[in-house]
């Protein structure tokens, strides 16, 4: 544990830090998960522009997992060490895949995104000028969620434009 680094948060407990920090390490393994499986399952229209971007935001959301993992370390504590206690800890949940579609994959990654990032704004709210390290980066995993959030509205929006007008066009 950095005793200076950790002397240096004013105004908030650690054990709160390091609870709210696990709490989005499980947030973020669940979203690794949904990710990785959608990109296997999804199929449809457009489904390979999807595939893309489902292993981009697969990829970032275990690096974030990463982060957070090295932050509660750095802080004394110790991430969960049981995948069961992911869905125990989670904010977010898990979204299991159900419909296949690339747009019913697409809505169900949206929500989840929205949900990161009502939770990274809220952990950004509480540690602001009380623990600068975690704020600064939980700041830059909350830039990588509203980027995941409109990555994928932009798609979802492309695909329904393209359907709307091929209907259009065989009218
Ligand atoms: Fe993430
Ligand atoms: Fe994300």
Same mark, same amino acid.
């Given at each position: 544990?950095?005793?200076?680094?950790?002397?240096?948060i004013? *105004?908030i407990?650690?054990d709160?830090?390091?609870?709210?920090?696990n709490?989005a390490?499980?947030?973020?393994?669940l979203?690794?998960?949904?990710?990785?499986?959608e990109e296997?399952?999804?199929?449809?229209?457009?489904?390979?522009?999807a595939?893309?971007?489902?292993?981009? !935001?697969?990829a970032?959301e275990?690096? !974030?997992?990463d982060?957070i993992?090295?932050?509660?370390?750095?802080? *004394?504590g110790?991430p969960l060490?049981?995948?069961?206690?992911?869905?125990?800890?989670t904010n977010? *949940?898990?979204e299991?895949?159900?419909d296949?579609?690339?747009v019913a994959?697409?809505e169900?990654?949206i929500?989840?995104?929205?949900?990161?990032i009502?939770?990274y704004?809220?952990i950004?709210?509480?540690?602001?000028d009380k623990?600068?390290?975690?704020?600064d980066?939980v700041?830059?995993?909350?830039?990588?969620?509203?980027e !995941?959030?409109?990555?994928?509205?932009?798609?979802?929006?492309?695909?329904?434009?393209?359907?709307e007008?091929?209907k259009k066009?065989?009218?």
């Amino acid at each position: 544990m950095a005793r200076v680094g950790n002397s240096i948060i004013k *105004g908030i407990e650690v054990d709160e830090v390091i609870r709210l920090l696990n709490k989005a390490y499980a947030d973020e393994w669940l979203a690794y998960y949904q990710y990785y499986i959608e990109e296997k399952v999804v199929t449809g229209i457009m489904s390979k522009s999807a595939v893309t971007e489902l292993a981009e !935001h697969a990829a970032d959301e275990l690096r !974030h997992a990463d982060m957070i993992a090295n932050r509660i370390m750095q802080l *004394g504590g110790t991430p969960l060490l049981n995948p069961k206690e992911w869905f125990t800890h989670t904010n977010c *949940g898990y979204e299991e895949p159900k419909d296949f579609d690339v747009v019913a994959i697409l809505e169900d990654a949206i929500k989840g995104e929205q949900c990161a990032i009502k939770t990274y704004s809220s952990i950004v709210d509480l540690t602001r000028d009380k623990d600068i390290v975690t704020y600064d980066i939980v700041s830059q995993i909350l830039a990588d969620e509203v980027e !995941h959030e409109e990555d994928l509205q932009a798609l979802k929006d492309d695909i329904t434009d393209f359907v709307e007008q091929v209907k259009k066009s065989i009218k």
